[in-house]
Every structure is written in C-alpha cells, then in structure tokens.
C-alpha cells in the first residue's frame, strides 16, 4: 500500500500571506499530481509531475516533485479567497495500470 | 456527455437496506475509479474498471460491495446491507487508459447517509 501524508492538515490564513503544503511517502511515484476540491464537488486536476525535481508554475502556485520522487510540494504566493479548498496530491506507480493513490489532503481556509 | 455524471447526488437509507449508486463516465474513457471520502479527508480507493473488467476491486471494504459496469460505459456500485460506517461521499472517475500522469475527471459525488 502507497500511503501519502500530507501535512498540515488544517490551515487557516489571512489573504496575502504565502503558504506550502507538503506531501510525503516512502514509496517511489512515477508522476505525482495535485487536485483541489470545493464542497460538493470532485476534485480537479491542478498539475502533473514526472521528473524527479521537476518545478511548475500555475500563476501564484508551485509545485515541486521531489529529487527520488518520493514526495512533493505545493506553494501559493499571495493566497487570495478563491484558493480555499482540500488541496489532494495523487501519486501513481509505474507498471500495470498506474494505480493513483491520493493523500490524507489539506484543507485551506483563505480569509479575506 | 460533457463530463462524469453520478446519480442520485444525495441518498439518505436505512440500516440494512441494501443501495445502489451510478456512475456516468465521460464517453470513450475506457478506465474508471470509484472512491470513497469521508468527513472532507483524502480519497479511498475502492476499485477500478478496464473497459468491462475490474483487475483491482483491493479496496472494497467488505463483501457487502460490489460493483459492476456494463458496455465499458455506465457503472453501478452495489452496497448490500447497509452500516452507518458505510456513510460517506462516494466518488467516481474516469481517464484515458494509456500515459504517465493520465488525468482523472471526477463527477460531483453521491452523499450517502446511513441512519
């Protein structure tokens, strides 16, 4: 079983302010992905990763694949309102059909 | 259609009574997940459809569930007799079979609620 820890699990903070999401494993993902969610709805598709120590940028928010692809983070710059949300990353491992096991998820409150 | 379509969007049931939940998927996505989440927390796998086929049901809690899918498309997951622990939202996904990193569509989820 891949188990993904994401840390913190709660996370209330003042617009403006910078915040990371971590998420780690002791298991060897060959690409690495983030969901947000909002209440009622399934989680979408925000980045995927591949390569170990890979970066990408989504406008205010960075995402970082670790260097042996064991874990990840999510940074949001300035985080405005409409961030709020359960941020889930999803890691899939190599061979059959890319089983995609999720995080225990993040959920951030962003107030105005 | 337009995107993963799960239906009812909330059911509420008794104690053992046995349910049924529907899933939708986007039309030629050939694989297709069903999870569980409770309380707001990460997803829990429970398994996964190739075309017809499920090589992975790992995550099926017990033999109160089981699911099916029929013409690679709509899909049912069956809860016999129900328990209050089996309350939760119930998720269901679909992709692309091939690629690294494939991306999975989600619909909005069934509410069930064991009283």
């Known amino acids: 079983t891949q188990l993904l820890e994401q840390s913190p699990q709660f996370l209330s903070i003042q617009e403006g302010e910078n915040l990371t999401v971590y998420c780690n494993s002791s298991?060897?993902?060959?690409?690495l992905q983030w969901y947000r969610q909002e209440p009622g709805e399934g989680p979408v598709l925000l980045v995927t990763v591949v390569t170990g120590g890979e970066v990408k940028k989504l406008k205010r928010l960075t995402f970082q694949f670790g260097d042996a692809r064991k874990d990840s983070s999510l940074h949001i710059t300035a985080a405005q309102p409409g961030d709020t949300g359960l941020y889930l990353c999803a890691g899939a491992v190599s061979g059959g059909y890319q089983k995609v096991t999720f995080g225990t998820g993040t959920k951030l409150q962003v107030i105005p | 259609g337009a995107g993963v379509s799960q239906s009812p969007s909330n059911k509420v049931t008794e104690k053992g009574k046995d349910v049924e939940l529907r899933c939708d998927p986007i039309?030629?996505?050939?694989?297709l997940y069903w999870y569980r989440q409770s309380l707001g927390q990460g997803l829990e796998f429970l398994i996964y459809f190739q075309g017809n086929s499920a090589p992975d049901k790992s995550g099926l809690p017990s033999d109160r569930f089981s699911a099916e899918r029929t013409g690679g498309s709509v899909s049912t997951l069956t809860i016999q007799r129900t328990q209050q622990e089996d309350s939760a939202v119930y998720l269901c996904?679909?992709?692309?079979?091939f690629g690294t990193g494939k991306k999975l569509f989600f619909g909005s989820g069934t509410q069930l609620s064991v009283l």
């Open positions: 298991s060897v993902f060959s690409s």
């Open positions: 039309s030629g996505h050939t694989a």
């Open positions: 996904a679909s992709s692309l079979t």
